[in-house]
């Protein structure tokens, strides 16, 4: 009896080293995409404790901004646009996180000390909106907390694949997550590119990305969402296909969801992460890729590649083989000559790059990515909700406020100016929350000219800047009044910051209002008349703003009457003067103005097409699978030898 014992417990230690060694010989690919929790078949909202297992939160210090995914124990993935700058002060990202509100007992947290964006991130156009996320210190694997797959280089995702898309964004456009704020999910069909090119006015979609929706609207991820996963599942296994990246609103009708292309980002990901790289799993579709039968106006020509094959015999050692490759482009057709070396063979195939015709993006007006304003009356505003917000200063301290309005050009009041009209005293700052304190999406921009108006009463200033600032979440010019309708009771907002306001950072204050009769307190068809709210003297230069057909428009400058003190207009209505008033001067000073988005704004981009072939049925994953299992099969056999040798 003592003997089997002893050897139970030799055989039990040979088991445990056996065991270990495993573990350390597996990659990622022996954990990546298996939530242990879910059972995800059909469409559904509040995402089950546990389902997505990957889920990352992304906070600043104004709250969740941004979602991502786990990929290992030490790295998030996530979009690029969610970092227009690699600062990682006052960033954390919370794992294992179901609500954004109450407890969450199975979450942990991590600073980021790294940040990462793909180099050939595109703000305008959206092109690689990419980013990997080193935490401060690995996590720990449990039920709650686990990586997610990656697509590898070869996976095919055909129209009509089913994946699912996680986060804590908008429900729908303008409208926030309701308390608690839970992790959402939605089930959403892959659409094929070509299809949502041709949605998107041909041009903007490249082969970096993928799209995904209802042709009908009505599923999508939406504002808040960005940076998280899209991920199908595969031989119970998820696998994320796509980074939320951008799209026309949320789930409306014909404007699909447009992601980051995760298959196309194998090697730069493996070149970031030197050790316990990310699992890459090819996803196989199969069927026939109906894609490739759309066509629109516009769209270009599919491109097909044929290749013939020479070989060479009893050639003298300095001797090179000319082996001729006919490309097919249709319409084109062109011929290439590849030199070899002898007996070297030629390719089996070739790709022809179509050279890329590039429109730039026209500037359109009236974008706020970030603001979700729907409710309440006056508060600390955040960062990015008033993107065209621009603090004027002279000597750096805040003198008055401002909006952009062009790609080089600042709107104010005239009476800001009134003892200084000199342009070289004056700085413009955009992209600032706080006037005290760090703003890390600032810009500060030198004013080359002050133009002023010369009518009777209320008069305007436009500011020309040194140099034109880089368009962003956080920086984005408003849509002017050239004669829009402000019915009565329409919401509107005015924004500025004050000495005697936003506490000790004099964060910037926004105050709603609404549009009201004017009554007898005007007369003049140019006038506009909102409900009472507080006016200081830093508030002078700045918006009220009104949001039509989903753009935002600057109805009125600021002014405030006595510029010595703080003044509060108790009895409404307050009555301004409308931009439209000043339509001739700002059309001559700005030129053409700046119009909203009309959905036909796009880049037009001519890429690479390639015919997508159908891989084989058979799930395969890269990264060395079958060695992986030879490996393990040599400790199995070493355990069993082990196991006769104590009994023998």
Known sequence: MYLII????????????????????????????????????????????????????????????????????????????????????NLVVYLGRQSQEGSNPNEVSRSIKLIINHPSYNSVTSDNDITLLHLSSPVNFTNYISPVCLAATNSTFYDGVNGWVTGWGYIESDVPLPSPQNLMEVDVPILGNKQCNCDYDVGPITDNMLCAGLREGGKDACQGDSGGPLVIKQNNRWIQAGVVSLGNGCAEPNNPGVYTRVSQYNSWINSQISSNQPGFVTFTSTGKNSDLSVTCPGLPPITTTTTTNTTTTSLPPT???????????????????????????????????????????????GEAPLNSRTVGRSSVATAGVWPWMASLQKNGRHMCGGTLVGVDSVLSNAACFSSSPVASEWTVVLGRLKQNGANPFEVTVNVTNINLSNLTGSNVAVLHL????????????????????FAEGVTCWAAGWSSGRGGEEQVLQEFQTSVVNC?????????????????????SGGPLMCKQDGSWFQAVVLTVENSSTSQTRADPPMVFTRLSRFESFLTQTLGTLLSPNSGSDNTNVNNVINIATPASTNSTTSGGTTNQSIFILFFHVLFLLSCLQLFS
């Not at 389902?51 to 993935?77: K, R």
Request: hydrophobic content about 35%.
């Open 519 to 539: 009554g007898n307190a005007s007369t003049s068809a140019s006038d506009i008349c909102v409900g009472a709210f507080t006016l200081e003297q830093g508030d």
């Open 6 to 89: 002893m050897a139970f417990h030799k055989v039990t230690r040979v088991f445990a080293v056996l065991i270990l060694l495993i573990q350390e010989s597996v990659s990622q690919l022996s954990v990546c995409g298996r939530p242990t929790l879910n059972t995800r078949i059909v469409g559904g909202e509040v995402a089950p404790v546990g389902s997505w297992p990957w889920q990352a939160d992304l906070h600043n210090a104004f709250g969740h901004f941004c979602g991502g995914s786990l990929i290992n124990n030490q790295w998030v993935l996530s979009a690029a646009h969610c970092f227009p700058n690699t600062s990682t002060s």
């Open 319 to 365: 001797s090179m083989t000319t082996v001729t490759t006919t490309t097919t482009t249709v319409p084109p057709t062109t011929t290439t000559t590849t030199v070899l070396p002898t007996n070297t063979l030629p390719p089996t195939s070739t790709t022809t790059t179509v050279p890329p015709t590039t429109t730039p993006r026209p500037v359109v007006c």
């Open 466 to 485: 040194s140099t034109k600032p880089t368009l962003s979440n956080y920086t984005q010019p408003i849509c002017l009044d050239n004669g829009q309708t």
